[in-house]
């Protein structure tokens, strides 16, 4: 019993290692764009002469703006975690 649990562990292992590295196995000739890019190139499809209001006062390069928006997801997932185990030690708490 105990090598089909650690077998099973493996298989899980191996598939969540194939899901993260299969970005970078895909196909990279595709360029990704972001919905801001995508709506910005509508907004120019519907109306030629559209000038933006401002512009950006540092425009990132892409790796740097990836981290970061890796960085706000990271701490925004921390906070709901914290709060989620905030409320059940609260609930355990009250309980006893």
Do not use: C, H
Not at 46 to 65: A, G, H, Q, V
Request: hydrophobic content about 45%.
């Amino acid at each position: 019993m105990k090598i089909l649990t650690s077998t099973k562990y493996i298989l899980a292992g191996l598939l969540i290692a194939g899901f993260a590295l299969s970005p970078f196995f895909a196909n990279s000739d595709q360029s990704m764009t972001g919905t801001d890019d995508q709506a910005a190139d509508a907004v120019t499809e519907i109306r030629s002469d559209y000038k933006p209001w401002f512009s950006p006062l540092w425009r990132p390069n892409k790796n740097i703006e990836g981290a970061l928006f890796s960085l706000q997801a990271a701490l925004g997932a921390g906070i709901i975690g914290y709060y989620i185990g905030f409320m059940r030690g609260k609930a355990s708490r009250n309980e006893k």
